[in-house]
């Protein structure tokens, strides 16, 4: 259809070079649309060809090798990105404009390279038109894609304790405590003596557990407050210790 209506234009004003200035296109841009030996033209030339925007964008497929996984779209990147259930990502092949005007131009059709962030979980940057790029946690795409949302109060956990593993089968929304208590019995939660806030010791703790005397007076030896105090009695902290 573009070759077709640029041979009417040319028809109509006489010459190529008529043409192109008519319709206020670069001549040698004209000649190559003319002949194919352009990309298909962006949204600003086909409205100065007199086309519908529609015309240049043919479906793109990007010929994945069959790998026995189900993919399916990213939720809120759908047409740009899909997840499968092993935890890959991979950007889906499309025309975008290049620049105001310009020729449309391929992009995406390939996985991407996940990083592992501070916490020890799979990230990936996404990104779409006219906006900064999205780091995503890789087990919430996964999620969402083949569970569904997130429900309200609940938390995206890992079987195995393993950040990095993103496949479908080690995922599941859950509470925040189910979550914890997975972290516990996994040893990945940074708890006691290990936190970098941490005041007293594994010792201390029992040692105030089994102190008689007034809070206040055991709170001033040890530094911390009688409020702290009260809450290891209590066992509503350090509850974990034994």
Sequence with gaps: ??????????KLHGSERAAAKAVGIANSHFFRLRRGLSGPPGPEVLRRL??????????VTANWPDDGL???PVVGFEGLYSVSEAGT????PRLVAKGRGGAMRRVGGQVLKAKIDKDGYLVVAL????????DAHVHRLV????KGPCPPGLEACHEDGNGANCTLNNLRWDTRQANANDKMAHGTMIIGEQHHKAKLTEAQVRAIRDDTRPERVVARDYGVSSTTVGEIKRRKSWSWLK
């Design 143 to 146: 999620l969402e894609a083949f």
């Design 70 to 72: 189900q993919w399916r």
């Design 50 to 59: 007199g086309l519908p925007e529609t015309v240049a964008l043919q479906p």
């Design 127 to 134: 990104h779409r038109a006219g906006a900064k790029p999205d």
């Design 1 to 10: 259809m573009i070759r077709e209506r640029i041979d009417e234009l040319v």
């Design 89 to 92: 990502v991979r950007s889906e």
